[in-house]
């Protein structure tokens, strides 16, 4: 039985990596091109869905994710301010739909091994 504990984002010896940035030799260029990677994809499945608030949004929303030890990303939760999530009462659900079309990442590595890793990423919000 294999215990599976979810490691600090920021302790892991190499982070989950999206096919692309394999290759990218520091550890912190791997780390922004795996951010980089997944704000994109959040904001083109956002632009996708033409989330049209009756009122200016000017907001961050953070998303925070979970990369199981296998590469699979899920959705741990959302912090959305109470007016930005009445006016986009469906950002939680598109982030949900988004995240099923990722590619399988690769874990994040810590001794050796691939661990669960937990991370929380800012979307900034601007129509």
């Known amino acids: 039985m294999a215990v599976d504990t979810i490691v600090d984002f920021n302790t892991v010896d190499a982070f989950p990596l999206f096919p692309n940035c394999e290759h990218i030799p520091t550890r912190e260029k791997q780390q922004i091109c795996f951010q980089m990677e997944m704000s994109q994809h959040i904001y083109a499945s956002l632009k996708e869905h033409q989330l049209?608030?009756?009122?200016?949004?000017?907001?961050?929303?953070?998303?925070?994710?979970?990369?199981?030890?296998?590469?699979?990303?899920?959705?741990?939760?959302?912090?959305i301010s109470e007016k930005t999530k009445i006016l986009l009462p469906n950002f939680d659900s598109i982030v949900k739909v988004s995240l099923q079309y990722l590619p399988t990442l690769q874990p994040a590595i810590k001794r050796d091994m691939p661990v669960t890793t937990e991370f929380t990423l800012p979307i900034i919000l601007i129509n």
């Open 52 to 79: 049209n608030a009756k009122e200016i949004v000017n907001d961050t929303v953070y998303v925070k994710l979970k990369v199981d030890n296998l590469g699979k990303i899920s959705l741990s939760g959302i912090k």
